[in-house]
């Protein structure tokens, strides 16, 4: 029986290898954002626990030094903040970008699967038309010698 071998699997296996360096980009840059987000919500959570302490200091005795302080710390974490959510903006778009570079290996990949599917197809049909043949000429074969001994008989 004939063995398949696709001629150009060397590029299928190409394509494979691209779409999963896609894939761990694409996962890298989904943690990438992840941790950029972490870090923008503890910022966050930073900020709020500076302003309850700026109501607090301003609500009791007031010391003019410790709200100075807190208001100073408050701008400082706003500054981080505007600056972490562009990080987090940029890692957002790196994640789109990756993104969109699987989803075109992804489909290289499949059409060059369907390419290899096809060529299977097309390899079943020769290797069932050559089976067919070989039928056809035992057949003629059998029926030739068939005749040939009749005649003898006769």
Avoid at 20 to 34: D, F, R, S, T, V
């Amino acid at each position: 029986m004939a063995k398949f071998v696709y001629r150009m699997q060397n590029i299928l296996d190409i394509k494979e290898k691209i779409e999963n360096q896609e894939k761990i980009a694409y996962g890298m840059a989904n943690a990438k954002l992840a941790a950029e987000q972490d870090k923008l919500q503890a910022i966050l959570i930073r900020r709020a626990g500076y302003e309850a302490r700026s109501r607090e200091l301003v609500s009791g005795k007031i010391h003019i030094r410790d709200i100075k302080e807190c208001k100073r710390a408050i701008d400082i974490m706003k500054s981080q903040q505007r600056s972490q959510m562009m990080n987090v903006h940029a890692a957002e778009r790196e994640v789109e970008k990756a993104r969109e570079r699987l989803n075109a290996a992804m489909v290289e990949r499949k059409t060059h699967e369907k390419l290899r599917e096809k060529a299977f197809e097309e390899f079943k049909e020769e290797i069932k038309h050559a089976e067919a043949k070989e039928i056809d000429e035992l057949v003629s074969y059998n029926y030739h010698e068939d005749e040939k001994q009749g005649k003898q008989q006769s």
